[in-house]
């Protein structure tokens, strides 16, 4: 296999993403399995896909259920809070210090307060790129009962959707997601999803996997140290188009 | 046969390019009981074959699979059963393949002989420290990588490719981009995120020196 078919046809982040076809992907491992620069590329393109996706689960599940307030400016009143803590908190730490030992700490100091409003700033900017995708942003409870399931009115312009799932997920390290149609059928999956705190788990869904109207059934289930897979919350929507 | 032999070449930059041997004179040399040459095929393959194990097998599971997978591999190249040494890399691939088949089909039979009525959860160890800091890295990471994106565009591109799973044929037709300047955006975000990731792991190692200065 060449470096130039591996680059025209994105073959890293295919694997990566697990979307490439299963005579290839034997070839590629092949390849990769000997070759240090794809193994290379294979890592970073999975740690920054990972990066992304705990940042945008985490930034989605920090949302609080209240109508009145939009998801994003309650996020980024969050987030400057947050930030002017920091400053008040170095600002102290700095005053309480010796000057020998002030002079010392400073530079480092001063570094972790950039990359702090580096990190800020990429929030936000991931906030405004949510915003600008059209994300709809939904906050699930368990199915307890004969509950009725949470109705969800998908715009027809929503580029995304967001899921933010509600119950105790402190149990196990991992979970997994099976979103499921009416007739039983698998529309979703996703493994290995980490909570975002104790209690939540946030989820992100492509415009198509909620393009059709109907009932739905969202299960999630904890995997054990053995990787066996244990029921831990069930969740039902019905879609409805907008 | 002494000890491992390591080619070498000295580059015009003054940099060491390490040669590595072929694979066929891997196994030529563990069939001649070089165990020097057991341990350097391990180092070798070691990072491509968990990568290949951590695409389908679950967390819990990894380990194993990858420890039985060199042991067989070890024991097939020993006992001569490499046809083709040049392709050593696809026969690792295909022993780790058939090892995780295995491990599935074991793991579903004991499940389907356990009580199904019992459905008790079974507590697994949180993550280690180690996995929230590197979880925690890869998050501050990705952010800044996004904020370093040079336009909305490109944003756009990484959020819908690695987040939402959107095809990249129909990111280019939204985006109007090609497909060329779709593979550029990836590539600069890998590339920007590998800095930032030396550029951490070099403060870090500052900040260690610093601290023992003190």
């Not at chain 1, 709809?136 to 995304?160: C, T």
Request: proline fraction near 4%.
């Amino acid at each position: 296999m060449e470096h130039a078919q591996i680059e025209e046809h994105n073959l890293i982040d295919r694997y990566v993403r697990g979307t490439m076809p299963v005579e290839l992907r034997a070839d590629f491992e092949e390849h990769f399995l000997d070759c240090p620069e794809c193994l290379e590329q294979l890592k970073l393109a999975s740690a920054l896909r990972d990066g992304l996706r705990l940042s945008a689960a985490e930034l989605a599940a920090s949302a609080a259920p209240r109508p009145d307030v939009s998801f994003f400016a309650r996020l980024r009143s969050s987030f400057d809070w947050r930030w002017a803590v920091a400053i008040a908190a170095a600002c102290l730490v700095l005053a309480s210090m010796p000057t020998l030992v002030l002079f010392n700490r400073l530079g480092s100091v001063t570094k972790e307060l950039s990359s702090n409003r580096t990190a800020l700033s990429a929030a936000k900017k991931m906030i405004e790129g949510m915003e600008h995708a059209g994300a709809a942003v939904y906050i699930l409870s368990p199915v307890r009962g004969e509950a009725a399931p949470a109705r969800i009115a998908v715009p027809a312009s929503s580029a995304l959707t967001v899921l933010t799932l509600e119950s105790d997920f402190t149990r196990y390290a991992t979970y997994r997601a099976t979103l499921r149609n009416d007739r039983g059928q698998i529309v979703w999956q996703q493994d290995q999803i980490h909570p975002s705190s104790p209690d939540a788990i946030g989820i992100v869904l492509a415009p198509s996997v909620l393009a059709v109207p109907g009932a739905y059934r969202l299960v999630v289930d904890g995997e054990d140290a053995q990787g066996r897979y244990a029921l831990a919350a069930t969740f039902s929507l019905t879609v409805s188009a907008q | 046969m002494g000890a491992p032999l390591l080619l070498g070449g000295l580059h015009s930059t003054g940099r060491m390019e390490i040669i590595r041997a072929s694979p066929a004179d891997l196994v030529r040399r563990i069939l001649d009981g070089d165990k020097s040459a057991e341990d350097e095929l391990v180092e070798r393959y070691a990072n491509g074959v968990r990568m290949v194990i951590c695409q389908s097998a679950s967390s819990g599971s990894i380990d194993d699979i990858y420890q039985e997978t060199f042991c067989l591999v070890l024991q097939k190249i020993r006992r001569g059963e490499v046809r083709e040494p040049e392709r050593l890399s696809g026969f690792i691939v295909s022993v780790a393949r058939n090892l995780m088949i295995d491990h599935f089909r074991r793991t579903s039979r004991q499940q389907a002989r356990e009580d199904p009525v019992d459905t008790t959860p079974l507590y697994s160890p949180e993550p280690s420290q180690l996995d929230r800091l590197l979880q925690e890295q890869r998050k501050l990471l990705a952010r800044r990588v996004l904020a370093a994106m040079p336009s909305e565009r490109d944003r756009t591109v990484l959020f819908r490719f690695y987040i939402t799973d959107d095809d990249k044929e129909r990111i280019c037709e939204d985006l109007g981009l090609s497909s060329l300047h779709f593979n550029q955006v990836l590539f600069r975000a890998r590339e920007r995120f590998r800095i930032l990731l030396e550029e951490m792991n070099n403060e870090k190692n500052e900040k260690k020196s610093l601290r023992r200065m003190e």
